[in-house]
């Protein structure tokens, strides 16, 4: 359980570090941000209650892919904003090109780390991101497709709004996808006590008194294509005389 909170804090605090990190490279935000600034423009409404009202919406999507949001999920909403702001206290716009490719590279691979380290976490994913595992759940889609699908049609609608279109933008839609399908699995926690009591739990082949299965067992066997366990030592044969 330890490792698990330390795991989904430190994910939600990378995550708001690497949106900064984007953001002052200056090669352009990423889809989801295109979209907000592409509504906010056309509504006029503040970007971050645009941003908010967007994670709402994509909430009520959660519905019918019958995604369950988790702690992780609440986490996602208070801390990300905050750290966000902290990285951009911290961190300076590059006036190199060289320098906010670094950049922009580095805040796109730690967020990919940290969308692996707070869904692994296994306490419930964001808005955006539960999505994109809800999708994966109920078609079996690979997470890089779905997620790569989700960003390219947020960057065309948010692009079609007024939303501001970079080099950025189009790296970040194209690569992010592949990449949080590396980390995720990897860093997924194992619920190794929940698989030990279901293998404590599950029950044994009946078997009759010499130890060797029945013969009901057997035949289930067999008719799965399976062969039939038998115990391989010889049995001796009945002595002469002997009562039958």
Sequence with gaps: MTRRIVQLLLGLFFYGIAIAMMLRAGLGATPWDVL???????????????????????LLLWIPIRQKPGIGTVL????????ADVGLLVIATPEQLWAQVLLFAGGLCLLALATGLYIGACFGPGPRDGLMTGIH????????????????SVLLIGWLLGGVVGFGTLAFALLIGPMVGVT????????????ATASAAAPEAPVDTAGIPTATVLAERVADGAAPVIDPTPTSPTPLGAPS
Excluded: C, M
């Excluded at 907000?36 to 994509?58: A, D, N, P, Y």
């Excluded at 996602?76 to 750290?83: D, E, I």
């Design 76 to 83: 996602n909403a208070l801390l990300v904003g905050p750290s």
């Design 137 to 152: 759940a109920r078609t079996g889609w690979p997470i890089w497709a779905v997620r790569t699908g989700l960003e390219g």
């Design 36 to 58: 907000s600034q592409g509504t906010s423009g056309q509504t006029g409404i503040q970007f971050g209650l645009v941003t908010v009202l967007i994670s709402g919406v994509v």
């Design 184 to 195: 995720i699995p990897l860093l997924t926690v194992p619920e190794r006590r929940a698989d």
